[in-house]
C-alpha cells in the first residue's frame, strides 16, 4: 500500500460525458502528479499540483483538467470524453526529501 | 514522448534465474527510478538511484547507472513467480525541475515456477 489513494477504481461511461477522478496523497506530501497509460501512449505525465498551484503541464488534452484542494486531494476532470480517453489514470505524490514518486492503484476508464 | 527504452520488451526465465533489464533514456536526469506494475493494476516504486551513483542494492535488486552512456540496468535475482510483471524505468524531466517522471514501455517479464 502506497498510501495514495484514488477512487473510483472502475468508470465506465459514454462519449461525450464527463468525469471526475479523485486523488489523495500520502500524508505529508504536497505534490500530486497525474499519469495517463494507454496501450498506444505508455504512461504519459499529464499535469502536476503543488500545495494547490499548478506547477508543471504536460501531454493534457485542453478538455482535461484538474485541481488541489486545501486539504491537498487532488481532482482530474475530464469532459466530452472520447473512445480514445479510455486508460487508466493514475495519480502519485511525491516524497520531499527523496523525490520518489508513490503511486495510487489507479482508476480505469472505460468511454463506451 | 518516451524517454526511456526498456530492453528487452519481453523476458521469460525459470524460477531461481536471475532476470536482467535495461534501460536507456535520451537527456541528462537527476534520478531515475524504477517501478514494477503486476498486470492492471498500480505502479510500485523499487528503487531510486541519483545521478552521481553508480549502483544500488535493495534486497534482491540491483540497479546500476552509468550516465555516460545513458543507460541503467535493473538485475533481480534468484526470481520467483511473484516477480511476474512489468517494470518500468522512470526518468525525471530534468529540464523541467518540477519531478515529473518520463517513463519507458517497459519490460515484461514472466517468471515459471
Known amino acids: 500500500d502506497s498510501g495514495v489513494t484514488q477512487t473510483p477504481k472502475h468508470l465506465i461511461t459514454a462519449t461525450g460525458q464527463r468525469v471526475t477522478l479523485r486523488c489523495s496523497p500520502r500524508?505529508?506530501?504536497?505534490?500530486v502528479y497525474w499519469y495517463q497509460q494507454s496501450l498506444d501512449q505508455g504512461l504519459q505525465f499529464l499535469i502536476q499540483y503543488y500545495n494547490g498551484e499548478e506547477r508543471a503541464k504536460g501531454n493534457i488534452l485542453e478538455r482535461f483538467s484538474a485541481q488541489q484542494f486545501p486539504d491537498l486531494h487532488s481532482e482530474l476532470n475530464l469532459s466530452s470524453l472520447e473512445l480514445g480517453d479510455s486508460a487508466l489514470y493514475f495519480c502519485a505524490s511525491r516524497e520531499g526529501t527523496t523525490d520518489t514518486q508513490y503511486f495510487g492503484p489507479g482508476t480505469r476508464l472505460t468511454v463506451l | 514522448s518516451q524517454q526511456g527504452e526498456e530492453d528487452p520488451q519481453a523476458l521469460s526465465i525459470q524460477e531461481g534465474e536471475n532476470a536482467t533489464m535495461n534501460c536507456s533514456y535520451k537527456?541528462?536526469?537527476?534520478?531515475l527510478q524504477w517501478y514494477r506494475q503486476n498486470s492492471g493494476r498500480g505502479l510500485v516504486h523499487l528503487i531510486l538511484i541519483r545521478s552521481n551513483e553508480r549502483e544500488k542494492h535493495s534486497g534482491r535488486l540491483r540497479v546500476t547507472l552509468d550516465t555516460s552512456k545513458k543507460s541503467s540496468s535493473l538485475l533481480i535475482t534468484a526470481s520467483r513467480a511473484a516477480d511476474t510483471a512489468s517494470y518500468f524505468c522512470?526518468?525525471?524531466?530534468?529540464?523541467?525541475?518540477?519531478?515529473?517522471?518520463?517513463f519507458g514501455k517497459g519490460t515484461k517479464l514472466s517468471v515459471k515456477p
Open positions: 522512470a526518468t525525471d524531466d530534468y529540464g523541467g525541475s518540477q519531478g515529473n517522471l518520463i
Open positions: 537527456t541528462s536526469i537527476n534520478n
Open positions: 500524508s505529508g506530501d504536497l505534490s
